[in-house]
């Protein structure tokens, strides 16, 4: 009988340690989908917002192109009335080009993006590879920025000449050429960028264009934290002159931010699997626990303790086991994540992820919520099983073998 009990014990014990392996290697895994999702969310959507901003405000016809073929006037536009209130943090006028731009050996379609005083170079910190910002405080002058893809195609750098020909505002005639000179080499691993824009003095646009000061292809909006989108890009446009059109980021780039949306949908369907994994694990730890002890259930049975009350015993019992791999799991998972967040040993191809390192997010409340939601989960799934303790019959167990 002894040695019985003995193997009875070492079974339930490994069965245990297996339950709480899967609850540690499932946090585990769940922690890291987690911030590496909201990580990749968060690196794409700021790229694409740095270069575009979260609202862009532009004639109908500009906002279907890369290009400013419309100019829109600032006096025109009635700033005040929709830039009165704290919702709005930055706004930056921008006017962009075609061209064709040429080095002594190579030459690229291109679009020239013209930017001007206001432009805040320091959100392109990040991305900024080689050099400097062009200068566009002081008078025009012939700087530009370009990506390190482009200039690895026109096998030029910093300080080194290129040619640019834009097509003649008359369509006719020779092209207008500017000479600009590279300054500053930047990348972000976002092909729609770093293979079309360079940039330049927004003056430059404007006299190639004859245009006055005042005009300007569009305006890109940055809003404050906790500003919804959707609700001041339609106060916005309700404010605009009829030709000018609102149009948020997600529109722009419809195509990008319905691929980031699917991160949510694969996300969801790492945590339910992981979910199921540790339940599972922990229903066949219970009820081995229960069907281990069920001389003690039917002796305390016998002496009036409820159904309730023994069900309850056995969850407890499980949750301390649940807590403990929570607690290993969220040893290792931590471990790895902030492993990655400062040494950043995993990489990612940037030309299908559009990053070139996997990046990490994970607030204090997501973590919360995620180690809550473990043990919610888990301890209310886990009645079921639990339930095995009301069938377990007094007179049939404690029979004497």
Same mark, same amino acid.
């Given at each position: 009988?002894?040695?019985?009990?003995?193997?009875?014990?070492?079974?339930?014990?490994?069965?245990?340690?297996?339950?709480?392996?899967?609850?540690?290697?499932?946090?585990?895994?769940?922690?890291?989908?987690?911030?590496?999702?909201?990580?990749?969310?968060?690196?794409?959507?700021?790229?694409?917002?740095?270069?575009?901003?979260?609202?862009?405000?532009?004639?109908?016809?500009?906002?279907?192109?890369?290009?400013?073929?419309?100019?829109?006037?600032?006096?025109?536009?009635?700033?005040?009335?929709?830039?009165?209130?704290?919702?709005?943090?930055?706004?930056?006028?921008?006017?962009?080009?075609?061209?064709?731009?040429?080095?002594?050996?190579?030459?690229?379609?291109?679009?020239?993006?013209?930017?001007?005083?206001?432009?805040?170079?320091?959100?392109?910190?990040?991305?900024?590879?080689?050099?400097?910002?062009?200068?566009?405080?002081?008078?025009?002058?012939?700087?530009?920025?370009?990506?390190?893809?482009?200039?690895?195609?026109?096998?030029?750098?910093?300080?080194?000449?290129?040619?640019?020909?834009?097509?003649?505002?008359?369509?006719?005639?020779?092209?207008?050429?500017?000479?600009?000179?590279?300054?500053?080499?930047?990348?972000?691993?976002?092909?729609?960028?770093?293979?079309?824009?360079?940039?330049?003095?927004?003056?430059?646009?404007?006299?190639?264009?004859?245009?006055?000061?005042?005009?300007?292809?569009?305006?890109?909006?940055?809003?404050?934290?906790?500003?919804?989108?959707?609700?001041?890009?339609?106060?916005?446009?309700?404010?605009?002159?009829?030709?000018?059109?609102?149009?948020?980021?997600?529109?722009?780039?419809?195509?990008?931010?319905?691929?980031?949306?699917?991160?949510?949908?694969?996300?969801?369907?790492?945590? !339910? #699997?992981?979910?199921?994994?540790?339940? &599972?694990?922990?229903? %066949?730890? +219970?009820? *081995?626990?229960?069907?281990?002890?069920? $001389?003690?259930?039917?002796?305390?049975?016998?002496?009036?303790?409820?159904?309730?009350?023994?069900?309850?015993?056995?969850?407890?019992?499980?949750?301390?086991?649940?807590?403990?791999?929570?607690?290993?799991?969220?040893?290792?998972?931590?471990?790895?994540?902030?492993?990655?967040?400062?040494?950043?040993?995993?990489?990612?191809?940037?030309?299908?992820?559009?990053?070139?390192?996997?990046?990490?997010?994970?607030?204090?409340?997501?973590? !919360? #919520?995620?180690?809550?939601?473990?043990? &919610?989960?888990?301890? %209310?799934? +886990?009645? *079921?099983?639990?339930?095995?303790?009301? $069938?377990?019959?007094?007179?049939?167990?404690?029979?004497?073998?």
């Amino acid at each position: 009988m002894r040695s019985q009990s003995i193997d009875k014990s070492s079974a339930s014990n490994r069965i245990i340690k297996i339950a709480i392996a899967a609850i540690a290697l499932g946090l585990v895994m769940m922690l890291i989908a987690v911030s590496t999702s909201l990580g990749l969310q968060y690196e794409i959507k700021n790229k694409i917002i740095v270069f575009s901003g979260q609202l862009n405000i532009a004639p109908f016809e500009n906002n279907n192109s890369k290009v400013s073929t419309r100019p829109i006037y600032r006096s025109e536009l009635n700033e005040a009335e929709w830039n009165s209130t704290d919702d709005i943090d930055h706004i930056q006028a921008t006017a962009s080009k075609a061209a064709l731009v040429k080095s002594k050996t190579d030459f690229e379609g291109l679009v020239v993006k013209g930017v001007g005083s206001d432009y805040r170079w320091h959100n392109l910190d990040s991305y900024l590879v080689e050099g400097a910002y062009p200068n566009t405080q002081d008078n025009l002058n012939n700087e530009i920025l370009l990506s390190q893809t482009i200039a690895q195609r026109l096998h030029v750098g910093i300080g080194d000449r290129v040619t640019a020909y834009f097509q003649n505002s008359s369509s006719t005639g020779t092209p207008n050429t500017r000479y600009f000179k590279i300054v500053g080499i930047y990348e972000t691993g976002f092909p729609d960028f770093d293979s079309s824009y360079l940039f330049a003095d927004i003056r430059h646009i404007q006299r190639i264009n004859k245009w006055n000061s005042d005009a300007i292809g569009g305006f890109e909006v940055f809003l404050n934290e906790g500003i919804d989108l959707e609700d001041k890009n339609v106060q916005i446009y309700n404010q605009l002159p009829p030709h000018i059109d609102s149009v948020t980021v997600n529109n722009l780039f419809p195509s990008l931010f319905e691929w980031v949306s699917l991160f949510d949908f694969n996300l969801a369907i790492i945590l !339910i #699997l992981m979910l199921l994994v540790g339940t &599972l694990n922990m229903a %066949t730890a +219970l009820l *081995v626990l229960i069907l281990e002890r069920s $001389k003690m259930i039917g002796l305390l049975k016998a002496m009036g303790a409820k159904n309730k009350l023994i069900q309850q015993v056995f969850l407890w019992n499980a949750l301390y086991i649940i807590l403990k791999g929570i607690f290993i799991g969220n040893i290792i998972g931590l471990a790895l994540i902030f492993g990655q967040q400062k040494f950043n040993w995993i990489h990612l191809d940037p030309t299908t992820y559009y990053v070139s390192e996997v990046p990490i997010l994970l607030s204090f409340s997501n973590f !919360i #919520l995620l180690n809550a939601g473990v043990v &919610l989960v888990c301890t %209310t799934l +886990l009645y *079921v099983p639990s339930f095995v303790v009301t $069938k377990i019959d007094p007179s049939k167990v404690m029979r004497v073998q």
